[in-house]
């Protein structure tokens, strides 16, 4: 199974036209980012270091740079990245917001994914303006950017929410009925549910909702003092085909997933 997810996605990287990586770049075109664990777009132990991350790698590839990813709790992969002096350029994936580009400056994007909810199965919660779940109570994750209209009605006390550190416990507390859903990306949820031991006991308590918040671009966010590396990222991005290189890493994880289960 390991060995025809990395001949997977090796040939991800090629079609990227990325083969041409060096085996150890000069220090002025390694570019050094932080990131956090949300498989299946960003992990330390995933092939590639993630869907996104690998989208990155190929794009900065194309432009002659290189990448180096260091993980973190969400709050603190942000955190340093604010400080030029950390040695991080920026930080990623990030959902569009304009609190944070008052201090970062986004890239084009880099992936998609589709924002929702979970809920328990069978909850049939069924919405067509955000304030229609003003009765529930939502699970978001503490510092995470959902959307610019949530994110209102939530700082407007129109929508309850409770606070965790990480979609895995939000999802635990959906399945156990502690809060009513979790803002979460359907395919976070989705690989969450297949790897994480403790949220497999409960799959099948789990559901995504029919509604969506919204297909989310995913972004770069450099700081300040490397905001030109913007101009090189995007011009990578330019050469390759950003959907195709995640519509491909999503293909070659549920093929390993599959040939495992069997």
Known sequence: MRRFFYTAFALILLLAGAVSVPAQAEDDKLIRLSSLEWPPYSGANLPGQGATIAVVRAALAAVGYSLEVTFYPWSRAVHVAEDPSSGFAGYFPEYHSEAVALSFRYSDPIGFGPLGFAQPTGAAITWKRLADLDRYVIGTVKDYVNTSEFDALVAGGILNVSEALNDTSNLMKVAYHRIDMAVIDEN???????????????????????????????????????????????????????????????????????????
Do not use: P, W
């Open 188 to 262: 976070v949820l989705n690989y969450l549910v297949s790897h994480d031991s403790d949220l497999r006991m409960v799959a099948d308590d789990l559901e995504f909702n029919s509604t969506l918040l919204e297909n989310k671009s995913l972004y770069v966010c450099f700081n300040g003092a490397n905001d030109h590396l913007t101009k090189v990222l995007n011009e990578g991005l330019a050469l390759i085909d950003v959907n195709k290189i995640q519509r491909e890493y999503f293909l070659a994880l549920a093929q390993s997933e599959e040939d495992a289960s069997q």
